[in-house]
């Protein structure tokens, strides 16, 4: 088999899972976008990598990990689907056995997600068996490439039959261009075609160029065009089927809500308490700007008519809820910062927000939780769960059932319709998007998505502080510099930041006034920076008292430790 061949076959491989993939996506318009091969299996890696990859997908990609996971996922796809091209031309049977291996994987993927049903399995069989008839269609079918490239023969060609090949390679007479017949793939023991060697010297070595002027030209343009136009038709088949899914989605239901006014304001932010500084983080994160963490590789789109809130287990009465029911209520308006759990000390998984909500204390309140329910579970419309402490929720916090953000229904990406809010505690444990149950449980008796992945259970989070100005390796000048940052400890609040150069003394730093304990707040530092290589240290204290500790410890099992430091140049 020459590389020539070589190359057309892997080729015809990737069309193949090309359209496999593309025409997948029309499909799962109707059965919904994460029966979608590419995302199911996509889904199925993510729950399944261990925990250190994740976290370094997570430290080298960022927010970007899941289009970074999709890519990686296509091009293995790539690989594998080329190397099942090449096998094809050694044996149909086994390419075909290859796709449908994907097909059954897909499947597979899809049907195995929460909440899954038979019809899910529907895009990966239509995509696995059009992916078999093109692989079929270019290795043996119609558009097969001049049989003799695929099985080199021996007989000299004319402008009407295929060209000799290259002296030396040997090989057996040539039919016309698509009618080879079953002996065309015909394999022997010793490889996949019968070739006499030909004793007439050493073979001259076959550059792809000598190889493709060799092809029966009609043979090719068709080959050639066949893969084009079907690349194309899967291009068109996947991201039109992208777009209608986009289109399906619920940004209308979402752009026509007009959220009621709030019983309870949130106080109003006081003068002073965003520094304005140009790279501090301002006091209120816009929700463009607002990290984003989450196990859904498509971002579910729950209907607010049709979306429910059930609350159940271990309650007196089980109730339900309505986005309705929510509107109709008295809603509270607060700032609360959320800060993920894998945020490292100085990054930037951490923001802050105006929640509209509920308070989950009145809806607990309306069900009787028994006393031995120390757990809430929240479950999202995909299946992911936090398991949070029902004392939090109910010790008069403003744990919210939240419905708004920054004056605006929730973002979709950040939950919509509904998801939870709890001051004081990581996102993981506590901050359930497109919630659509909370079951009173206990610890003892469920771990949530994340527990049996190695994380902590119980989720408070840790005093910290972080520099935003200067930032790493800023060349500054000599004179005053303004160092400032943001520092938090939910729900118990801020006492004290302090800041130190070179390991120096301890040095109080302002701080700005804040709306509440439950948010971050600002501080800044008047610095006379002297020339040189400069090291700078933050630390906070809560109002317990507490100061943030020295010692390093990484994001898991409980939270990153230690104090940001920031080196700078003076000059
Ligand atoms: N349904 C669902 N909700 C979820 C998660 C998730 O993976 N799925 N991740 C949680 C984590 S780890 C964090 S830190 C917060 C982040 O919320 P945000 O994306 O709105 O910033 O959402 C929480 N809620
Ligand atoms: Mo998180």
Redo the contacts with the bound molecule.
Sequence with gaps: MSTTSRRYAALAGVTAAAVAIGTAEPVAVLTGPRSAPLVAVGGVVVDAVPEPLKQFAIDVFGTADKIALLTGTALLLGGFAALLGVLAIRRLALGLAGIAALGAVGVAAALTRSGADVFDALPSLVGGGLGALVLWLFIDGPFELDPWLWAPPTASGSASSPPAPPAGLGGRPVSPAGTAGPAGRSVSPAGPVDRPVTPAGPPVPVTPAASVATVDPESRRRFLTGTGVLLGTAAVAGLGGRWLAGRRGVSAARDAIRLPAPVAPAPAVPAGADLSLAQLAPYVTPNLG???????LVV?QVNPDSWRLRIHGRVGTERTYSYADLLARPLVERYVT?????NEVGGD?I?NARWLGVPLRELLDEVQPEEDADQVVGR???G?T?GTPTAALRDGRDALLAIGMNGEPLPV???FPV?MVVPGL???V??????TELELTRFADFDA??VPRGWSAQGPIKTQSRIDAPRRRNRLTAGPVTVAGVAWAQHRGIRRVEVRVDGGPWQEAELAPTVSVDTWVQWSWRWDATPGEHKLQVRATDATGETQTERTQSVAPDGATGWHTVPVNVR
């Design positions: 607002f990290y984003r963490i989450d196990t859904a579910p959320l800060a993920c759990v894998s998984l923001g999202s419309v995909d992911w936090c990406e950040h939950g998801r990581y996102g993981y506590s901050a359930c998007k497109w919630v998505y994340w």
